[in-house]
């Protein structure tokens, strides 16, 4: 188990390509609207892409307060999630989550990178360590426990 701490925007970019090269099973991300990061970007895009068709049975879950800069800034996310719709959920929190402020990312459920605060780039990236994940995992399912399917990104597979 390692536990890094971070203070910088470009640190936090760095710790998810680092779990997203780490991914083989299950991605959970929850964040306000993935506005910060990397995981709009080309590079993340790949390498999601390169896990879901490398196994079939991997499943990627954003949960996002809102949806908007993900329907209007992430080409390349929308288009895995239009061609993976069986493999990728974008789900909307519910109204009453809307104070739950502190985004995360956790890979197969072992490795987890956060910010403290949605609005700060201090966070910490742990590696190999299920204990510090799980509190994480319990509310990303609270979350998803009441989300709903995020409205303008429906895609109809006929």
């Not at 306000?32 to 390169?50: F, K, N, Q, W």
């Not at 800069?69 to 069986?86: G, K, S, W």
């Not at 987890?112 to 994480?136: I, M, N, Q, W, Y």
């Amino acid at each position: 188990m390692s536990v890094d701490h971070f203070d910088s925007f470009a640190a936090f970019d760095a710790s998810v390509i680092a779990l997203l090269g780490q991914a083989s099973d299950s991605i959970r991300v929850f964040d306000v609207d993935l506005s910060i990061g990397p995981l709009a970007g080309a590079r993340a895009a790949e390498m999601l892409s390169t896990m879901l068709h490398r196994n079939p049975k991997a499943d990627v879950t954003f949960l996002l307060h809102q949806v908007r800069h993900v329907a209007t800034q992430c080409p390349r996310l929308l288009n895995i999630y239009q061609r993976r719709t069986h493999q990728m959920k974008i789900l909307q929190t519910s109204p009453r989550h809307r104070d739950f402020m502190q985004p995360f990312l956790v890979v197969d459920g072992q490795h987890v990178v956060t910010r403290f605060h949605a609005d700060h780039a201090r966070g910490k990236l742990c590696l190999d360590a299920p204990s510090e994940a799980a509190p994480f995992l319990f509310r990303f399912d609270e979350l998803l426990e009441s989300a709903t399917p995020a409205p303008g990104l429906t895609v109809l597979n006929i």
